[in-house]
């Protein structure tokens, strides 16, 4: 049987820092290897609206098999969240960046609550709609040496101890899951945000990470 059993985490470059699964290496000496970086992990957290990193790590796992299914989530999600991290940057220009910003239970990580319900709505029903169509999705299956063969690394289950261990470390790194959050809302609200939360150290706020 194959399934991501084995993590370590690698902060050779700073900025960057991710998971590093590998399975069991077989009689023949292979085994696979994926990365799930830390910025994956805080960026879907920040597009869903979710809390934890074990879901997270569920959509991560579930869309990673189900492509197609993520491609169209993502794009409806990436148009419903753009709006409102829009719509939140122009509200605090429009304040001259003299804003109430809310940190519990915020839509976007930008917090800025000078928006309207009816802007938000879109955002809400389209994380709705989105994790109740992941929710649909069964667990992926720990899958045997052959069908291994036929998947992309991406695609392979974690076990139940590297799952824990990955979000035992997400719980640990929250800072630098703040910090990604944030650069996922810039990314989407570009220059109208950066005149208002410029990114640290005048630097352009890296992508979004896919």
Request: proline share 8%; hydrophobic share 40%; charged share 30%.
């Amino acid at each position: 049987m194959r399934e991501y059993t084995e993590l370590s985490f690698d902060e050779e470059n700073p900025g960057e820092p991710r998971f590093v699964l590998s399975t069991p290496v077989d009689a023949e000496g292979r085994g696979r290897v994926h990365e799930i970086p830390l910025r994956a992990v805080a960026d879907r957290m920040e597009l869903f609206g979710l809390e934890t990193p074990e879901e997270a790590l569920d959509v991560i796992v579930k869309l990673a098999r189900n492509p197609e299914l993520g491609d169209e989530l993502y794009a409806s999600l990436h148009e419903a969240y753009g709006g409102v991290v829009r719509a939140e940057a122009r509200a605090a220009i429009a304040a001259n960046g003299v804003v109430s910003r809310q940190v519990d239970g915020a839509q976007t990580a930008l917090g800025v609550n000078l928006v309207s319900e009816e802007t938000r709505r879109p955002l809400t029903e389209a994380r709705e709609r989105a994790l109740a169509r992941i929710a649909e999705l069964d667990a992926p299956e720990t899958l045997s040496a052959a069908a291994v063969e036929q998947e992309p690394p991406r695609s392979l289950p974690l076990s139940a101890a590297v799952t824990e261990e990955i979000c035992r470390r997400v719980r640990e790194e929250t800072g630098r899951v703040a910090d990604f959050r944030v650069s996922t809302a810039l990314d989407h609200a570009s220059a109208l945000a950066d005149a208002v939360f410029p990114p640290k150290g005048g630097e352009e706020p890296p992508p979004s990470a896919a």
